[in-house]
Structures are given as C-alpha cells and as structure tokens.
C-alpha cells in the first residue's frame, strides 16, 4: 500500500537540523552524504574547469602561474578521488538503499555509521584548511621525495585523506555485517540483489586496502617531521617502496569506485529492459573476482619506476585478467538488454552511457597494461583519458543512473524527465568531446599535469576545453532540476519504476523504519516480464 | 531495583533478538581486526624490505636494544591476555566482582607494560638512538643504522598507541561492569574488549623477536 508524503516517514519523522546532524537513520546519513558529495563534486569541479581553462591557449599564463596551477590540479584529483568518487556510491546510494535492499530497518551499527559521516567530514576540513594555507602541490598521488620536500601544506592534505579513509573503512565494515547478519526472513544468497553483491565486494576491498593506505600516509607525514627516512634515499630510504605501498591501496580503490556503479547499472538494466537479468550468478561472482585481482595488479602503475622486468611482465599478465570478470558483466547487461522491451527513462539512459563509456574506459586499460604500450603512454594524456573515461564515465554514469533512479524512493516526489534528458545528452557529449581528443593527444606525446604545451596541440586542447564547459552546463541543469524536483517535483509512487527489489515494496519516501511490517521474500528480485508498462507508472 | 533487573539488555531495535545483535558485533569487531592487521602489515613490510637491503645494519642496530626489559614486557603482556581472558569468563559466569578484579588487573599489568616501555624510550632518547635524521649516537656508526630505529619507534610506538586505547577500553568495562550493566546475557562490550586485547598481545609477540631477538 502506498501511503502520501504526508503521512509519517523518515523526512518528517522529526524535525529541526539537530535531528538531522544527530539522526541514526542510515536513510537521513546516506542523505548528508549524498548532499557532501555532491558539494564536494561542484567544488572539483571548478577546479577541472579551471584546469581546463589553462590549457584553452598554447603558451601559459593564461589565468595562473605554473606553481597554481600544479596546486589547482592536485585539488582537482584529491576530492574528487577521495571525497567525490570513493564515498559516492557506497556512502550515500548504499547507506540509503541497502539496507531497505535487504529488508532491514537499519546498517548494524547504526552509530558506527553516523561516526563514520562525521570522520569523513573532519577530513574534508584538513583537505580544506590546507587550501587556504599553502595548498598542495603533488598530484593527488603524493609520490615521495617531492612529496617530503615540498613547502606546501601537504601534510594537512595527507591526513585528512588518512582520516577520511577511517570513514570509508567503518562504512565497508558496517555494510558486511549489515548483509551478513540482517537479510529478511527468505532473503536467501542467492535472491540477493545484484547491488548488494556488489556492495560487499566493494566492502571487502575498502576493509582490506584502505588500512595500508592509513599507514603509509602516516609513514609519509612522519617522514616530513621526523627524517625517518623509509621513502627517502637521502636517509637510505627507497622512495618506490611508496610507489608500491600507495598503489596497493589505490588500485583496489578504483574497485572501490567502480564495483558500486555496476551494481547499479545491474539492478536498472533488467527493469528498464522489462527483462529477467541474464547471468545473475555470473554477475555476482564476477564482482568477486573483480575485488580478487584487484589486489594482484598495483605494479602496473610503476612499469617506469624501475621495478624487476619479471614483476613488470607478471603485472601486466595479472591486469589483463581484470577484463575476463568485466567483460562477463558487460555481455551480462547486453545479454539482458537483448529482445527486452526498452525504456529510455533518465536511469536507463545513464546506464547505456555507462556502457558505452566505461568499455571505453575498460578497453584502453587494457592497452595500458600492455607493456609496450604503457612505456611510451606512462604519463601522457593517454592515461589521463583512459581513467577520466572509468571514473568519470563508469563511476559518475552509475551515481547519475542510481540518484536518477532512487530519486522518487528518496523524496517521495519525481524529477522532470525532459530536463533530465538534457542535462544527460549534454553530460555525455560533453564529456567525450573533453575527454576524446586526450587519447589523441596522449598518444601523441603530450605529457599530463604540464602547465602548457607544444603549439601543434592547441586545437585538440582547445576542443577539450569546449567540451568542459559542456559538462559543466550538464551539471548545473541537473542540479537544477533535482533540487527543483525535492521541493516541487510530482508526487511519487512506492513503486515508480514497476521494479520487483525490496525498496520497492515500501511507500515513498520510506517511513522511519523502513517497513511497516518487516517483509518476506519469496523470490528471486528479476523475474520481469516484458510488457508494455508505461514509465513511470502513473497514479 | 534489583541486580537483575537492572542487568537485563533490551537488544536495539533492528535486530531481531539479542543472540543476532551478540553475533553482529562479533563479526564487526573481527573485521575491524582484519583492518588492523592490514595496517601493521605496512609497517612489517617495511621491516622485512630494509632487513632484506641491510642485514648487517640490522644484526649491529638491534643490539643496541634492551633484550631484558623486552622480554620482561612479553611476559607481562601474556599474564595481560590471560587475565583479559579470565575476566570475560567471570563476566559471562555473572561473578561481577572477579570480573572487575581481573579487569583491573589487566589495567595493571598494561600500565607495567608502558612504564617499562617509558624507559626504554628515555635510555634511548639519551643515547640518541632516534628515528631517521634525529640520530645522533657516535658509537653505533654503521651506515643505515637511523632507519632501524626509525622502524623500532614507528612499531613499538603505534603498538604503544593500541595499549593507551586499550586500557582506555579496560578502565571503561570496568565503570560499565561496576554499573551492573553486564551479565550472563548480555556481556558483549567485555568480550569484545578481550578481542582486542589479544590483538595486541598477538602483535608485541611478532615485535618482539623480529626487533630484539633477531634484528
């Protein structure tokens, strides 16, 4: 039964902003983190924009000198990996739907959970304080020694991304235990839904990985106050020992970004398809195997660090393997798409831009890993568009589907369509305009994170800039439609969407404990039949 | 009121009975040990990197450290782990005063284990046996040599920083115990405690002959 907004749920439960800031319910947590990030995502973004803006015209100084902008870019990547992109998904979509997912009124820890919001929030703070003092001028990778030497305020930068990851860890452990422990009664394994398969992987990978990016940021920090000396050779330290502890983290975590976004395209895929899922186990599994062999393949960021040819050759064999469990998915979702009925709702639509992008992504990792190959590309533009197109076109496509997507269960209220049609078809010609000529580029021997560049490539870098500005145009259509939407969209059905997962079968917006009666399941969630429903259902 | 019913646990709202709730945490607090683990791990890695590069730097450097007062720590933080143990076992067996006592003794014993650490730290600060570029000893003159103990005090001093919190726990469970929340039913916080108390047991036992045994 469906009930109006008018009757009791988690928006109106209580009232007043300390109710908010002080709330255990994993919905209103997932909420502040979606709206975080999202500030986080503009605040990133201006500074793509202006990164961009740079590099429109052959020669420099165009708006900045060379030391702003190595700091303007390092901004650029530190929050959008580590605010923007990590926490996305699985912070905010997750902490909302999962648990709903699963038939559960709550995360198990539900003040594990809050805590984690505001760990993640302090170190926003640090990464921001450090902004208005000398900034920090790295690249978001922070690699040593320049990263001890340097006379900027990284430090502050290198501890708010030590504490945030605190945040990304409780949430990973909380997310675990969550589909462990408190599935509905009949929720059995294998009628799990795709996106909490998805999140568990994801969760096994930010339990695992995160701690060791912990202490080498806490190596780092004490080898700029204390001279330890473990990543400077100076002191008989070896500065690609960092190299090789950084990247055990960060290559999972592009796991962790993206292993989210599929689990979302997977559960839109088969409703807008009106199709049964094709390969649920494969698809199950494949993020496991994703989440195995992510932590096999961290030396194919150092193929020109020096490391042994044989590791060199056994990296790169180990990354070609990441394609077997992602090419599984993606035939998966062409296989569910074929003969289904298909509606070309905003989710949808986000979902065959991810396709479309991310195997574009996916493909060119694949050149990457090739070693080569990777000798001439390492640091060219090549690389730069080769994981713009995965997190940008995988990670960012899959939060863009799944807010469009959950947006009638969060609010209880619907978003303009046609406006969301607009903001889409900009974003993503915006972004392959943008992103595009930078393989081009790359492959032909522009080096990233310069400040300027040869004459010969000022027309490519002058499309790339044009299509930022489209990008930025999708956005703020998007958020001005979304948020138009929260206060004045339509009111919205429990079940938009005609979709058979368990968030579903609740009102919209959910009440306070999500369901009146804890529900119990008794099938698997993709039996779609493929019938002509209107969409979105109408009351 | 009495004892008892102050004792009873009303499990939170979303599970479905405490025995659920009890599993959970369990669950949570060995992932939460996973991560630990992991972040360690960084650090021994480290370890078995520059003994690799440096294997005589480290046989001179690691005799510079107190083998005895090691070994007196090792001891006092087994006799640690068993008191921990005893107290969850009192905890669950509802004999609330023995639990406390050996909660306290625990206490004890960690703060045995710090004192002695304190002077390790000083007799080395004296000597100028310190991390990296703060070095100063003039008789341990072998190349290399500040970066063994750069690792001896990023070691010894972030498991130094796990005994603080977990005597912060201790003293903690204490207070809880003596406010009669605990019983055969309900004693999760205490066994959880215990958990981690082992935990860090378990890495001083790795510290130990890896930085004072076998240099």
Redo the contacts between chains.
């Keep these: 039964m469906a009930h109006s907004s008018d009757t009791e749920n988690y928006l109106n439960h209580s009232k007043g902003l300390v109710s908010w800031l002080t709330t255990l319910d994993h919905k209103r947590i997932g909420l502040m983190y979606l709206f975080s990030v999202i500030g986080f995502f503009f605040v990133g973004g201006i500074f793509a924009l202006l990164i961009r803006l740079e590099l429109f015209k052959f020669g420099g100084h165009n708006l900045m000198d060379a030391n702003t902008y190595n700091k303007v870019f390092t901004y650029h990547g530190a929050i959008m990996v580590f605010l923007v992109i990590i926490p996305s998904i699985p912070a905010a979509l997750g902490n909302f739907i999962l648990p709903i997912m699963v038939g ?7 003040k ?1 959970n809050l805590a984690s919001y505001y760990i993640f929030m302090t170190g926003a703070v640090f990464a921001v304080v450090a902004l208005f003092m000398r900034g920090a001028d790295t690249g978001w990778t922070f690699y040593t020694p320049y990263s001890i030497r340097t006379n900027t305020t990284v430090i502050l930068v290198l501890f708010g991304a030590f504490i945030a990851g605190f945040s990304s ?1 409780l949430t990973g ?2 997310f ?2 969550t589909i ?3 599935r509905a009664p009949g929720l059995s394994w294998s009628r799990l839904p795709l996106f909490c398969w998805a999140l568990y992987a994801t969760s096994i990978i930010q ?6 990016l ?3 940021l ?2 780092l920090c ?2 700029r106050i ?5 990543f ?1 050779p100076k ?4 500065p690609v ?1 960092f190299q090789h ?1 950084f990247w055990f983290y960060s290559h999972p975590a592009v796991y962790i970004m993206i292993l989210p976004a599929m689990g979302v395209i997977s559960e839109i895929i088969p409703v807008f398809s009106r199709k049964p899922i094709f390969g649920y186990k494969a698809i199950a599994y494949s993020s496991f195997g994703i989440a195995l062999v992510a932590f096999l393949v961290w030396g194919h960021h150092m193929f020109v660090s020096g490391q042994a040819e044989f590791a060199n050759f056994v990296f790169s064999l180990l990354t070609m393997f990441v394609a077997v469990p992602t090419g599984v998915k993606v035939f998966s979702w062409v296989g569910t798409m074929y003969k289904g009925s298909l509606h070309f709702h905003a989710p949808m639509l986000y979902a065959l831009g991810f396709l479309e992008l991310f195997t574009m992504g996916g493909l060119t990792g694949v050149f990457l890993a090739t070693l080569a190959i990777n000798v001439h590309m390492t640091d060219t533009y090549f690389v730069v568009a080769h994981f713009h197109y995965v997190m940008v076109g995988g990670t960012l496509m899959g939060l863009m589907a799944g807010i469009h997507y959950w947006f009638p269960k969060m609010f209880g209220k619907m978003y303009n369509e046609k406006a969301a049609q607009v903001a889409f078809w900009l974003i993503v010609i915006g972004f392959n305009v943008t992103f595009f000529p930078q393989f081009i580029l790359g492959a032909q021997g522009m080096p990233r994170r310069y400040w300027s560049y040869l004459p010969e490539f000022t027309l490519l870098n002058r499309v790339s800039t044009v299509g930022s500005w489209l990008i930025g145009m999708g956005f703020v259509v998007a958020a001005y439609y979304l948020f138009h939407g929260i206060r004045n969209g339509k009111k919205a059905l429990a079940n938009p969407w005609n979709a058979n997962t368990l968030e579903w079968q609740t009102s919209s917006p959910p009440p306070h ?1 999500n369901f009146l009666k804890t529900p119990v399941v008794t099938s698997w969630p993709y039996e779609y039949l493929p019938e002509n429903t209107t969409m979105p259902v109408n009351a | 009121m009495s004892n008892e019913d102050m004792a009873v646990h009303h499990h ?4 479905a009975n405490a025995d ?1 709730e009890f ?2 945490a369990k ?2 607090m060995w ?2 040990l ?3 683990v ?6 021994f ?2 370890y078995g ?2 003994r690799g ?2 294997p005589e730097m480290f046989h001179e450097a690691h005799q510079y450290l107190a083998v005895k007062m090691g070994a007196v720590n090792t001891v006092v933080l087994i006799t640690s782990s068993l008191t921990m143990a005893l107290s969850v076992s009192s905890t669950q067996k509802g004999r609330k005063s023995q639990a406390i006592l050996f909660l306290i003794l625990t206490f004890i014993l960690a703060s045995c284990f710090l004192v002695v650490k304190y002077f390790e730290y000083t007799h080395k600060f004296h000597d100028g046996l310190l ?4 070095f100063h000893n003039t008789e341990l003159t072998t ?2 040599a ?2 063994f103990f ?2 001896y005090f ?1 070691m010894t001093g ?1 498991h130094g920083v796990h005994v603080l919190i977990g005597m912060g726990l201790i003293a903690w469970m204490v207070k809880r115990s003596l406010k009669n929340e605990f019983s055969p039913q309900f004693y999760t916080p205490v066994e959880l405690v215990g958990f981690y108390w082992h935990f860090v047991d378990l890495v001083w036992i790795y510290l130990f002959p890896l930085l004072y045994l076998v240099g």
């Design positions: 559960a009124k709550d995360v198990a820890f539900p594990l860890i452990l909380n675990i235990v462990h422990k408190l339990v695992l990985a995160t701690p060791v912990a202490i080498t806490v190596l004490m080898e204390l001279q330890i000396g473990i400077d002191l008989g330290g070896d020992l502890f404990e | 939170a709202h979303h599970f659920d599993e959970a669950q949570g992932i939460f996973v991560t630990e992991l972040m360690f791990g960084g650090l890695v480290a990197i520059f590069l440096y991390p990296g570029g703060f190349p290399k500040p970066l750069s690792l990023l972030l």
